[in-house]
């Protein structure tokens, strides 16, 4: 959730309420028809970046909401820049609708495609969706999945002057409605084309609950204040942009739950694939050691550098390195020798092997050493000041 600071009184919630539900936003995609997030969900991009990206000729920009929503308000882009795309939704349900017809997958196909809602929530699952649609059809392949961080809810406060954003942001709460913080209240008006539903009159504000009077679509409604009355008395007559322009939305749901499971073992596979990969790879790839480094363990906790030079010869040993506990930072009774060279390095695995020198002991406790594979990003003698004692925490 999020905190909004220098709300009016009179627009706060009385109270909170938690209730379980099966999905945040109606698409229709709850239980086994959801797409994973931590598998498919698009990347964030914050509002400088979204702002950025908007600039980009091979962009498409989706407003995932509701189109009564976008008729007060919806980001423009720059000329030259990305292109606008709005999927008409008189609800949410009709988005995976959407994304399975033809239309949408020819317009997104090989294009960076960016989403958008009211404060990042239905973005999250629209996005998830579309990367796992793209995972299993070979007709839409977008060159990336992206939504801004936080809706335009966010990008409205980075941008108190709107950037491209144009008119208002629609809310669901007494609040109403988002306007650039620094923007006059009379080119915010300006940027809206919205008209009342009854006299077609410029009007910008929903107010009163009005709703469509078709029967399958009951969509919000803008009445201006002097078609109040007439809106009240006769219902009836009210009808939504997309009713008055007979616009019919796909029809065709693609197969859900089909679809999560065929992406899921694409990905899996894939995983698999490349996990197997790796270990073939490290199979083959034949381990390499230092040639002046040394890893002793099994060393008593009171053991210090002067005793382990005393014991190894000093001659022989440079650089005494203790190692760490990762979790807690202690010296757990190990440590990397830097050796003075190769033969030094020889000499002491020598005598520490029980079957020819005998071993060697530190306070009666018998160490145990052996050679130290290398790793391309790790050297602990880069800048290295040697310590007397062991680490006692972090």
Not at 17 to 40: C, H, M, Q, T, W
Not at 323 to 331: Q, S, V
């Amino acid at each position: 959730f999020k905190l909004t600071d220098g709300v009016d009184s009179s627009k706060l919630f009385k109270s909170l309420s938690i209730r379980k539900a099966n999905e945040l936003v109606a698409y229709g995609l709850a239980g086994d028809k959801a797409p994973s997030l931590k598998r498919f969900a698009g990347t964030h991009l914050e509002a400088d970046e979204y702002h950025k990206a908007m600039k980009d000729p091979e962009t498409v920009i989706i407003d995932v909401r509701n189109a009564y929503e976008s008729a007060i308000g919806n980001f423009q882009p720059p000329e030259g820049g990305a292109k606008l795309i709005d999927p008409k939704m008189r609800n949410s349900i009709e988005f995976p609708k959407w994304l399975n017809s033809k239309e949408t997958k020819e317009q997104l196909h090989g294009k960076k495609v960016l989403m958008y809602c009211t404060g990042g929530i239905r973005c999250e699952r629209a996005t998830a969706l579309l990367n796992q649609i793209s995972t299993v059809s070979d007709d839409i392949k977008p060159k990336g999945v992206y939504h801004c961080r936080g809706g335009i809810e966010r990008y409205v406060k980075t941008f108190p002057s709107g950037g491209f954003w144009k008119g208002k942001n629609y809310l669901f709460d007494r609040r109403m409605e988002q306007t650039p913080s620094v923007k006059r209240d009379a080119d915010v008006e300006g940027d809206v084309a919205s008209k009342c539903c009854l006299c077609r009159a410029k009007w910008t504000v929903y107010r009163g609950q009005f709703k469509c009077n078709r029967s399958l679509c009951r969509v919000p409604v803008i009445v201006c204040d002097s078609c109040t009355v007439a809106a009240t008395d006769k219902p009836e007559t009210l009808v939504c942009e997309l009713c008055r322009e007979g616009y019919r939305a796909p029809t065709e749901m693609p197969d859900l739950v089909s679809l999560k499971r065929k992406a899921d073992a694409i990905v899996d596979a894939s995983a698999s694939a490349s996990k197997q990969s790796e270990v073939s790879s490290m199979k083959k790839k034949p381990k390499v050691y230092y040639k002046d480094r040394l890893f002793v363990r099994r060393l008593p906790l009171t053991v210090t550098a002067s005793k382990i030079k005393d014991e190894l010869g000093s001659d022989l040993v440079k650089f005494v390195h203790w190692l760490r506990d990762k979790e807690n930072g202690y010296f757990y009774g190990s440590c990397v020798l830097l050796t003075n060279s190769e033969k030094a390095m020889t000499g002491i695995l020598e005598k520490a092997s029980t079957k020819g020198g005998g071993g060697i002991k530190l306070g009666n406790k018998k160490i145990k050493v052996a050679p130290v594979f290398m790793k391309k990003d790790e050297d602990l003698f880069v800048n290295f000041v040697e310590k007397e004692f062991p680490p006692v925490g972090h």
